[in-house]
């Protein structure tokens, strides 16, 4: 049974950062395309990050380039986002998601790319 179980959220001051951690089990993490997303309260999900499975591959929107930094631990399972410089904007429940598919070569920015999917973690960003 695949679990994602995010971490690391919480309420911040803008320009403040936080550090979001999601701890993969039941699945061939080292192999798998790995993104997070945020939904925000009457808005759609929405792409933040994306990672290629060895890492060397990231994608961002232009809402969070520059400011957010998507990474891996394929040793110990974990997938992080490192958020600097919130803003209020950046308020939402924040989800992991990962590929079923394994090695595949790219990264994936669309929801419906993903199988399986955290619970999410609410970052709270106070202006």
């Known amino acids: 049974q695949v679990q994602l179980v995010e971490s690391g959220g919480g309420l911040v001051q803008a320009g403040g950062s936080l550090r979001l951690s999601c701890a993969a089990s039941?699945?061939?993490?080292?192999?798998?395309?790995m993104g997070w997303f945020r939904q925000a309260p009457g808005k759609e999900r929405e792409i933040v990050a994306a990672i290629t499975w060895t890492g060397t591959g990231t994608y961002y929107p232009n809402s969070v380039k520059g400011r957010f930094t998507i990474s891996r631990d394929n040793i110990k399972n974990t997938l992080f986002l490192q958020m600097n410089s919130l803003k209020p904007e950046d308020t939402a429940v924040y989800y992991c998601?990962?590929?079923?598919?394994?090695?595949?070569?790219?990264?994936?920015?669309?929801?419906?790319?993903?199988?399986?999917w955290g619970r999410g973690t609410q970052v709270t960003v106070s202006s």
């Open positions: 998601a990962a590929d079923a598919t394994v090695y595949s070569s790219i990264y994936y920015t669309t929801a419906r790319d993903y199988e399986y």
């Open positions: 039941g699945l061939t993490f080292s192999a798998s395309a």
